[in-house]
């Protein structure tokens, strides 16, 4: 399972990447591209689906033996996005001695200085002229090689880094490219590497969405293994245990219709067509529904029979910094995964829905835990409460308890991963 894992995660430096490692796994378990510009065909029970949004959001369906009218849906969601460096467009600076930095933006909320003195590359799409204008063709890039290198100022200029060290997005954080070894290499160096790469021309480029990630590869840690130190733990773990969960039904068919909802732009607060605030899922719903002879008043009546299950990584206990949590509610790595609650209803989770996925995990004989913030810590947020102004479901917010949340390199635990399976393979059971 964690071999599985890790090469998920080797596959998936990005979100674009990271929605066609979850495609190929599907198509290799018998599920189908739909076409989200056709009608959809008429379905039956036990058809399998996915349709992609933006090539950076999936949602995969496994149509169940009773009308979704009827019974609803069983919903895993979780998201594929994870904080990094967007590269600025016209991003080279060529600088003293012709050393090329690059100009990048900063995605989401990295603990910026774990990105320091460490081998980085490039991944994302590149976007190549099409048919016309409005139709221009996507191409996956995923530059395996170490490229880039964000270099820490040495301790001799500034003998109070290890006192903490206000970090500027814009100065501090450029990687290096390289240096040019030529006039004609200045100003092209990352368009250079880009059409090789790809196989393309130049002049065929016409944009892209390129990101750093950390080439080291995932691996446990441990004297046991029991750890696992990863890039994108927080959400492509969940992903994928749900991936796994998904798969583990695809030979026969369920009671009920199941689906994997893996959204982008968690990080920067979900408001985008491709993000948890779309209409996107709720739209796709109601027209699977009426494929499949439904109507709009069975589409109400399938969200008041459905149950959502939000994945999204929780924080586990830092020994540390005990100081820093819930003095009853702190759950620990090896523990089971975590129901989260906020009074503040920035989880999803309440009494009901917590208690139906306490009782799951009972059923698939996991551990489950519990967090909740410090309360004079204001925490973070996902997706299951945005999902609700478009779905109203009923559903809970947990995942599994990690340390470092947005480090370049986040620790889980094995063991919970294996849990996490497990319970979503129990829920899926429904
Ligand atoms: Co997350």
Redesign the pocket.
């Given at each position: 399972m964690i071999d599985r894992l890790i090469e998920f995660l080797q596959e998936s430096p990005v979100n674009f990447l990271a929605v066609q490692a979850v495609a190929r796994r599907l198509e290799a378990a018998g599920y189908q591209s739909l076409d989200v510009t056709s009608p959809f065909p008429s379905l039956r029970a036990g058809d399998k689906y996915y349709v992609t949004k933006n090539d950076s959001s999936l949602y995969a369906f496994h149509l169940g033996e009773h009308p979704m009218s009827e019974t609803g849906f069983r919903l895993i969601c979780?998201?594929c996005d994870?904080p990094t460096f967007r590269i600025k467009p016209h991003a080279e600076m060529t600088g003293e001695g012709g050393i090329v930095r690059l100009n990048t933006e900063v995605y989401g909320g990295p603990i910026m200085s774990t990105w320091f003195d460490r081998p980085l590359s490039l991944a994302g799409r590149v976007i190549v002229r099409g048919e016309d204008a409005l139709h221009p063709r996507t191409l996956l890039l995923h530059i395996r090689r170490p490229l880039l290198v964000i270099a820490n100022l040495a301790i001799h200029f500034n003998r109070q880094v290890n006192d903490g060290v206000k970090l500027s997005k814009q100065k501090d954080m450029l990687p290096l490219l390289g240096i040019v070894s030529s006039q004609l290499e200045e100003g092209n160096l990352l368009m250079n590497l880009t059409t090789s790469e790809l196989n393309v021309e130049a002049r065929d480029i016409l944009d892209f969405d390129l990101y750093l990630y950390d080439v080291a590869p995932a691996t446990t840690v441990g004297a046991h293994g029991e750890f696992i130190s990863a890039g994108r733990l927080?959400?492509l773990s969940?992903v994928h245990a749900g991936l796994e969960a998904l798969l583990s039904t695809a030979d026969h068919v369920p009671p009920t219709t199941h689906v994997l909802a893996i959204f982008d732009n968690?990080?920067t607060g979900s408001q985008t067509k491709q993000g948890a605030g779309s209409p996107f899922l709720a739209q796709t719903l109601e027209r699977l529904i009426l494929s499949q002879g439904g109507t709009r008043e069975g589409f109400f009546r399938a969200i008041e029979q459905s149950f959502m299950i939000s994945a999204?990584?929780a924080h586990a206990w830092h020994p540390n910094y005990s100081e820093k949590y819930d003095p009853t509610n702190h759950p620990v790595l090896g523990g089971g995964p975590v129901i989260k609650f906020n009074a503040a209803q920035k989880y999803a989770s309440d009494a009901v829905s917590a208690a139906v996925f306490a009782e799951i995990c009972r059923e698939a004989n996991v551990p489950c835990q519990h967090f909740v913030n410090h309360s004079d810590v204001a925490g973070?947020s996902?997706?299951g409460n945005i999902l609700a102004s478009s779905l109203p479901l009923r559903g809970v917010d947990m995942?599994n308890p990690i340390l470092g949340?947005h480090s370049v390199r986040e620790t889980g635990s094995t063991l919970d991963h294996q849990y996490c399976i497990q319970a979503f393979t129990q829920f899926f059971r429904n």
């Open positions: 979780a998201h994870s927080d959400d969940m968690e990080e999204d990584n973070g996902t997706l995942g949340m």
